[in-house]
């Protein structure tokens, strides 16, 4: 089955600068890869996705990037703030209605 | 607004118990999932389903097994609970694509 390594497992920044988190893949059948973002006490939330046909994809503060050929994807989040403090995963999937394979998750703190 | 439902936040059991969680979703969702979450581990699959009366084992599906009677309730069993499955409980359901997680229970079994 698939395979989703996820770096690093903890990430602290200052306010206002920006935070990259990094996941690899092993299946090339993947095409679908969401990242959630889960905070204390509550389920993960979706926060952004990309398809494989998508190389970038932005929304607001946040983007993710996809390179196919070298199996990884990334979230970027710029101009961070307190409450972007969470953990945060990505995942891939097969296909769109499959189930999704998560990394392990990282732990953003992002002080004043 | 999209629901998935879980029936208990916290959860206290003992040892040998016969423990349900319930989870219920609004959506009409086809697939319905059971993870559980532990620290430094991330979110493993336990059970899922993508039909009524229909269940696939995910990575850990030792010691629990599932009931999905109707479509929009995901149940999961813990047959007789054991300490080393005291964790979070998280629930989900996939529409097209993205998957909606409910808000978790925290399983502690004494």
């Known amino acids: 089955g698939e395979n989703v390594e996820q770096h690093p497992s903890t990430l602290s920044v200052q306010e206002g600068d920006s935070a990259v988190i990094k996941c690899t893949y092993s299946?090339?059948?993947?095409?679908?890869f969401p990242w959630y973002k889960q905070e204390l006490g509550k389920g993960p939330q979706l926060i952004i996705d990309?398809?494989?046909?998508?190389g970038e994809k932005k929304d607001q503060r946040i983007a993710v990037t996809l390179n196919k050929t070298a199996k990884h994807f990334s979230l970027h989040i710029t101009e961070t703030q307190p409450e972007d403090s969470a953990v945060y995963f990505c995942?891939?999937?097969?296909?769109?209605?499959?189930?999704?394979?998560f990394g392990r998750g990282t732990q953003l703190t992002v002080w004043p | 607004d999209v629901k998935v439902t879980q029936s208990s936040r916290y959860l206290v059991k003992r040892t040998g118990e016969k423990v349900f969680l319930e989870c219920v979703q609004d959506?009409?969702?086809?697939?319905m999932f059971w993870y559980r979450q532990d620290p430094g581990l991330g979110l493993r699959l336990i059970y899922f389903?993508?039909?009524?009366?229909?269940?696939e084992k995910g990575d850990i599906p030792e010691g629990y097994s599932v009931s999905r009677e109707k479509k929009e309730r995901f149940s999961l069993i813990l047959e007789s609970a054991s300490t080393n499955q005291t964790s979070m409980y998280l629930c989900?359901?996939?529409?097209?694509?993205?998957?909606?997680f409910g808000q978790g229970t925290r399983l502690t079994v004494v």
């Open positions: 989900a359901s996939t529409g097209t694509g993205t998957a909606f």
């Open positions: 299946d090339s059948a993947s095409n679908y």
């Open positions: 990309i398809r494989s046909n998508v």
């Open positions: 995942a891939a999937s097969e296909r769109t209605l499959g189930r999704l394979y």
């Open positions: 959506m009409d969702h086809e697939n």
């Open positions: 389903s993508y039909d009524v009366k229909m269940k």
